[in-house]
């Protein structure tokens, strides 16, 4: 189409040069002959056939018409309307606008493949984790992008949502640590002489033994503390050496925590801004009881 309307330009500017030194009587003389040849082709072709004009036909006639008043073309003899060649003059500056605002890639930018590759290998190793943990656990490593970009990469790689995958259960979690885990409660009983007791008893989960600390009447916090006390001095001795206590929420329980223990909370890192980093991305996992739980962080 650009070839032929370059070619209708440069023939009709030859034609236009070729006017110039016509006087007025013969250009006249040419314009009646020029409007009875366009009577005789309606005559011929009739009323109900329409002449069919080529895209380029088209943009030079409303280019070259469209400059004229409305009342002018209505003087005109055409082989269309005035209506037409508005139109046509309408159509042709709104492809032109749209194609000056076309963006080059239409759509979001694609994701960067070392993140697509970052999501999937967080889901897999995870299966517990939907695509709202996935996505916050990015946001801790400093990489900024949507949750419901997330969830579209899950559901592309053919990903089922958390809950239709594999998780852990709270019995695999106590196979998977029984050696480090232990838990602890009071056992209330009645004596011969009626009086109400209280025993402080403790199970090994990789054993199943119990070990009973101590009785008492009136159990305290400082009564408990010194009874872990003992408990961690015999499974020293023992060889044995647990990580976790399984308790209730007894305040006596809680008075052996102390202040150093509790992990301050984590602040947000800022989004990862620069290309190359984003490309490469290097995140390390560190497995937490036994493999249980991942922590991910960027690699040094």
């Not at 109900?48 to 943009?59: I, K, L, S």
């Not at 995958?165 to 009626?194: K, V």
Request: contains cysteine; positive net charge.
């Amino acid at each position: 189409m650009l070839l032929r309307l370059a070619y209708l330009t440069v023939t009709n500017t030859f034609a236009a040069l070729r006017l110039l030194p016509m006087a007025d009587r013969d250009k006249d003389v040419e314009i009646l002959a020029l409007r009875h040849q366009i009577t005789v082709l309606e005559r011929q072709l009739g009323a109900d056939t329409r002449v069919r004009f080529a895209p380029e036909d088209r943009a030079f006639l409303a280019a070259l018409l469209t400059s004229l008043p409305r009342e002018v073309l209505c003087r005109l003899r055409l082989l269309i309307r005035p209506d037409t060649v508005l139109r046509w003059h309408r159509d042709f500056m709104r492809r032109r606008h749209a194609r000056t605002c076309r963006p080059k890639r239409p759509g979001r930018p694609p994701i960067v493949r070392s993140i697509r590759a970052l999501i999937l290998r967080l889901a897999r190793e995870n299966p517990g984790w939907g695509y709202r943990r996935v996505h916050g656990e990015l946001a801790t490593l400093g990489i900024k992008i949507a949750p419901s970009t997330v969830w579209e990469i899950l559901k592309q790689a053919g990903l089922d949502p958390a809950p239709e995958r594999a998780s852990t259960t709270w019995a695999d979690f106590l196979r998977s640590q029984g050696d480090a885990l232990l838990a602890c409660d009071f056992i209330e009983t009645i004596t011969l002489n009626g009086q109400r007791q209280y025993i402080l008893a403790v199970i090994e989960h990789a054993t199943r033994r119990v070990r009973v600390l101590g009785t008492t009447a009136h159990p305290s916090a400082s009564w408990v503390i010194q009874a872990i006390r003992n408990l961690v001095m015999d499974l020293h001795d023992a060889d044995c050496r647990p990580r976790f206590l399984i308790r209730d929420r007894d305040g006596k329980f809680r008075a052996h925590q102390a202040l150093n223990q509790a992990a301050p909370l984590r602040t947000v890192p800022d989004p990862i801004t620069d290309p190359e980093r984003i490309i490469d991305l290097k995140v390390r996992r560190r497995d937490r009881l036994g493999g249980v739980l991942h922590e991910y962080s960027q690699a040094a």
